[in-house]
């Protein structure tokens, strides 16, 4: 039954690895779209921005390694980073809860989910990540955050209180402006190990 999923994943992802081949076009347009104004979540509702094949393969050992169950993503686009996290608690009877601003996109993920035969393991949120997440209380095995970054640091702190000892924090795009700012607001706290993966692209937060 796992093996029959795990083969629907791999022929989903490659499919979706496939088209977001072609996403330098689509982020240049969308950053034309933008030239007049500030850049918005919104240029970029055709774009993938998807983590790498290295990251996925990671995340799923992740899961298994530290018996990951109860997941939150935020940011899943199209669905690929979620198919990840899908393969890896297929194997811990774990569940997601993921959220994505876009419709359209959340839409498109939404199938990408129900084709590959995991939607019953994956709770869409559509909409802002600090409203569809608001009053969550369970706790939280494993956070992925790749959103939209000048929210990590207000997500961080709305879902820290179900935080437990063994909370992973998976933080993608560690390079950018705000997460590198984030990431610094977190290590003033004296209260996380930080750690870099991916030559600096991920910081893996865990508590000390």
């Given at each position: 039954?796992?093996?029959?999923?795990?083969?629907?994943?791999?022929?989903?992802?490659a499919?979706?690895y496939?088209?977001?081949?072609?996403?330098d076009?689509?982020?240049?347009?969308?950053?034309?779209?933008?030239?007049?104004?500030?850049?918005?979540?919104?240029?970029?509702k055709?774009t993938?921005?998807?983590?790498?094949?290295?990251?996925?393969?990671?995340?799923?050992?992740l899961?298994?390694?530290?018996?990951?169950k109860n997941?939150?993503?935020?940011?899943?686009s199209?669905?690929?980073?979620?198919?990840?996290?899908a393969?890896?608690?297929?194997e811990?009877n774990g569940?997601?809860i993921?959220?994505?601003?876009i419709?359209s996109?959340?839409?498109k993920a939404?199938?990408?989910?129900k084709?590959?035969?995991?939607?019953?393991?994956?709770d869409?949120?559509?909409?802002?990540?600090?409203?569809?997440?608001?009053?969550?209380?369970?706790?939280?095995?494993?956070?992925?955050?790749?959103?939209w970054?000048?929210l990590?640091?207000?997500?961080?702190?709305?879902?820290?209180?179900n935080?437990?000892?063994?909370?992973i924090?998976?933080?993608?795009?560690?390079?950018?402006?705000?997460?590198?700012?984030f990431?610094?607001?977190?290590?003033?706290?004296?209260?996380?190990?930080?750690?870099?993966?991916?030559?600096g692209?991920?910081?893996?937060i865990?508590?000390?």
């Amino acid at each position: 039954m796992i093996i029959a999923a795990q083969q629907k994943i791999a022929a989903t992802l490659a499919d979706l690895y496939e088209d977001a081949k072609y996403d330098d076009i689509r982020i240049m347009k969308a950053l034309t779209k933008s030239i007049l104004g500030p850049i918005r979540p919104i240029h970029f509702k055709d774009t993938y921005l998807a983590i790498s094949k290295k990251q996925g393969e990671d995340i799923v050992h992740l899961i298994k390694e530290n018996r990951i169950k109860n997941v939150v993503e935020f940011g899943s686009s199209f669905g690929i980073s979620t198919l990840y996290l899908a393969e890896g608690i297929l194997e811990t009877n774990g569940s997601i809860i993921t959220t994505e601003l876009i419709d359209s996109k959340a839409k498109k993920a939404i199938e990408n989910f129900k084709n590959t035969g995991v939607d019953h393991l994956i709770d869409m949120r559509i909409g802002d990540a600090m409203e569809t997440l608001k009053g969550y209380a369970e706790p939280i095995d494993l956070l992925f955050l790749d959103g939209w970054k000048d929210l990590y640091l207000s997500l961080f702190l709305m879902l820290e209180p179900n935080f437990h000892s063994k909370t992973i924090v998976y933080v993608d795009n560690a390079e950018m402006h705000d997460t590198k700012r984030f990431l610094k607001e977190i290590q003033q706290t004296n209260k996380y190990h930080l750690t870099p993966k991916h030559d600096g692209k991920v910081v893996i937060i865990n508590s000390k």
